[in-house]
């Protein structure tokens, strides 16, 4: 059985549980990092020297990254859906899990740890902020694209979608100014019919 360490309040670790709900794994979750600490013992970090979640175990093959592993479960178990068998729209799909990491969460970071992990008193506005500002402009240029398409890699849903989504309810849950995308709410309205998105990823932000 596939296992998973990482808590359940960690967006990379959401990625992860939400694609495997979408492939119908059977999995067994472990929590690890945050609240639940572990994760610079030993034992954990003889799996991932990061000490970072999530890691998993898949009969024996050890991955972390976040989405590397999103990528592994879809080629692995969705071969022609979620990771697609055309190379241009697996590409396109995998740049936009790259995009995720490059260009929208370092201005989505200082604004969900700011707003949601740390106390008002201790706010740095002026960051909060700029990863707003930063946020937005990213968000824009996802907009334009799913004006054409209703996902991110084209016609249907792939892992391309996953990094984003998790990142996108985020966007729409915090309590910030938003500019009006309207096919980016599409396109995160169509996410949240998906019951492994509304179950590993509409949580409570903590």
Same mark, same amino acid.
């Given at each position: 059985m596939l296992k998973i360490w990482?808590?359940?309040?960690?967006?990379?670790?959401?990625?992860? $549980?939400?694609? +495997?709900?979408? &492939?119908?794994?059977k999995y067994d979750r472990v929590d690890i990092g945050g609240a639940f600490g572990q994760n610079h013992e030993p034992a954990y970090l003889a799996l991932n020297p990061n000490g970072l979640v999530p890691t998993i175990e898949d009969d024996g093959f050890i991955l972390w990254e976040s989405n590397s592993i999103v990528r592994y479960l879809a080629a692995?178990? =969705?071969?022609?859906?979620?990771?697609?068998? /055309? $190379?241009?729209?697996? +590409? /396109? +799909?995998?740049?936009?899990? /790259?995009w995720q990491l490059t260009t929208v969460l370092p201005g989505m970071t200082p604004v969900f740890w700011g707003l949601v992990r740390t106390p008002p008193e201790k706010r740095d506005?002026?960051?909060?902020?700029?990863?707003?500002?930063?946020?937005?402009? =990213?968000?824009?240029? &996802?907009?334009?694209?799913?004006?054409?398409?209703p996902y991110v890699a084209g016609e249907r849903f792939t892992m391309? /979608?996953?990094?984003?989504? +998790?990142?996108?309810?985020?966007?729409? =849950? $915090?309590?910030?100014?938003?500019?009006? $995308?309207?096919w980016l709410k599409a396109w995160y309205e169509r996410?949240?019919?998906r019951p492994a998105y509304q179950k590993n990823v509409m949580v409570t932000m903590t």
């Open positions: 990482g808590r359940a309040n960690s967006i990379n670790v959401q990625k992860v $549980l939400w694609c +495997a709900d979408e &492939l119908g794994l692995r178990h =969705a071969t022609g859906s979620l990771s697609p068998s /055309d $190379l241009r729209v697996r +590409a /396109d +799909a995998e740049r936009w899990m /790259d506005l002026k960051a909060i902020e700029a990863g707003r500002q930063s946020s937005a402009k =990213a968000w824009t240029i &996802l907009d334009a694209v799913l004006g054409k398409r391309g /979608d996953i990094p984003l989504g +998790a990142l996108c309810y985020r966007w729409f =849950a $915090l309590p910030i100014e938003r500019p009006n $995308l309207p996410l949240a019919t």
